[in-house]
């Protein structure tokens, strides 16, 4: 190894500093440490066990540069599996997701139940193989860890890694609220989206929990919602904006913040109210009785939540499910899905769709705005002439340790609080992933290489 890990972030909290070396977002060395240690070497999110739903259902995924296999065994077990077939290596499972009691690899035929047992080699008495090949296992290599949390499923190709529970920590009180939202519980709603940028994938990971980018990077969202609200559109294509504008202009003082948890996670988060706006306003009444007030309000705000590295839910006028991917220090894979509680009304469906379309769809009016500034800042990585990214000090003095009363309302902790008025926008938060991310790599950095 010849780069120095730790040099590349400047983190001095006694004295304010915090700063990233942009080495960081495009040095190949980095990058095959990077999925070594963060992506292989730890929890990782795979997917919704609402993606394989019924017997023998399954999905496919990966675990940095691994493929993955999901699939619900014929007793509704869900396991987790190497998708390499053990015979050259192969990929055994080819598409995203379908139903399928045998997985027939496409490259010789060894074929393999939904438990991932082999139940077939093509041809084999005619093989003349050993005794030691008969008598050595020929199924799939499950995930050294696969475990689940409400419906959340990760995996670690590293067996030596705490318990979910303590690797999730306090962040998992605002996964509940995710889940929380329904009595049936939530789904995808049909239609995957898949999309690649040519920029690193830790700028989207930062991109969600940055406040600070929504007014300059999305004028034109925001203009077409304001015509919109002039013309007095239905509330379908008018979409929260308004009603946080609204908001911010009534109230003063907080309206949002952050939260930073163990491990990576973080929750930036901005106060909306109960609007009609949103597609949870015809369950404002249900949820407030089933939760409490604290934790409905709760839910009716904006909420931008990272599981570290890889797992994303942005929550405000529709929900966002994202899973990050890293393809090459400059490229990156985003699958993406509208995120919805079952059973909700044909109407609160079609609103949340349409928001869904208006701001997150990569054919919308935002994420292209957003993959533009990231392909932008890795143009600029280039310049090293001053290394040091200066976009993690907003906030350095407003960040507190522990969570907050609004936090402890839902009986939720972090490591670190902010409480913001609509301009501070916490830059803080960030510092929690390179913690994470330097943690995951130590390895690397004592072994030296
Ligand atoms: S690689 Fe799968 S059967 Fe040969
Ligand atoms: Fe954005």
Not at 191 to 210: H, I, M, P, R
Not at 228 to 240: D, F, L, N
Not at 376 to 393: H, T
Request: aromatic share 10%.
């Amino acid at each position: 190894m010849t780069v120095d890990l730790a040099a590349l972030i400047d983190d001095r909290p006694d004295e304010g500093v915090f700063r990233v070396d942009r080495a960081i977002f495009t040095d190949p060395e980095v990058f095959a440490l990077e999925m070594r240690h963060v992506f292989e070497g730890g929890w990782v999110f795979l997917g919704l066990e609402s993606q394989a739903p019924g017997p023998h259902d399954f999905f496919t995924t990966a675990a940095g540069r691994v493929p993955v296999l999901v699939s619900r065994d014929g007793d509704g077990r869900l396991r987790a599996f190497v998708n390499s077939c053990p015979h050259k290596g192969a990929q055994l499972a080819q598409i995203q997701s379908g139903n399928a009691r045998l997985h027939v690899c496409p490259y010789h035929s060894w074929t393999f139940d939904s438990a991932g047992s082999n139940r077939g080699i093509k041809w084999q008495r005619a093989g003349c193989y050993s005794e030691a090949f008969t008598g050595a296992s020929h199924d799939l290599a499950p995930l050294p860890r696969f475990e689940g949390y409400r419906g959340f499923l990760f995996g670690s190709l590293n067996p030596d890694v705490p318990a979910l529970a303590e690797h999730l920590g306090e962040a998992a009180r605002f996964l509940d609220l995710v889940v929380g939202q329904p009595e049936e519980g939530i789904e995808l709603v049909p239609g995957a989206v898949t999309f690649t940028y040519d920029a690193n994938w830790k700028l989207q990971l930062e991109n969600c929990s940055d406040a600070y980018h929504f007014t300059s990077a999305h004028p034109s969202y925001i203009r077409v919602l304001e015509r919109r609200q002039q013309a007095g559109g239905p509330a379908a294509v008018r979409s929260i904006w308004e009603q946080s504008q609204a908001w911010s202009e009534e109230s003063e003082g907080v309206q949002g913040g952050s939260y930073s948890f163990a491990n990576g996670h973080v929750l930036n988060w901005g106060r909306i109210g109960i609007s009609e706006t949103h597609p949870l306003f015809e369950q404002a009444g249900a949820l407030g009785a089933r939760h409490g007030e604290a934790a409905r309000d709760w839910i009716f705000n904006m909420r931008n939540l990272t599981i570290f590295p890889n797992l994303q839910v942005a929550e405000n006028a529709s929900s966002q499910l994202r899973i990050i991917q890293p393809l090459a220090p400059g490229r990156t894979l985003m699958r993406t899905w509208c995120l919805a509680p079952r059973g909700e009304s044909a109407e609160a469906r079609r609103l949340r769709i349409r928001q869904y379309e208006d701001f997150f769809n990569p054919s919308g009016m935002a994420t292209p705005d957003d993959t533009v500034a990231y392909e932008s800042c890795q143009r600029g990585f280039a310049g090293r002439v001053d290394p040091w990214l200066q976009g993690y000090a907003r906030g350095a003095m407003a960040s507190q340790e522990g969570g907050n009363a609004l936090s402890a309302a839902i009986g939720a902790g972090a490591e670190r609080s902010v409480l913001a008025d609509s301009q501070l926008c916490d830059e803080t938060l960030y510092h929690s992933y390179y913690r994470a991310w330097l943690q995951r790599m130590a390895p690397a950095m004592a072994r030296g290489a």
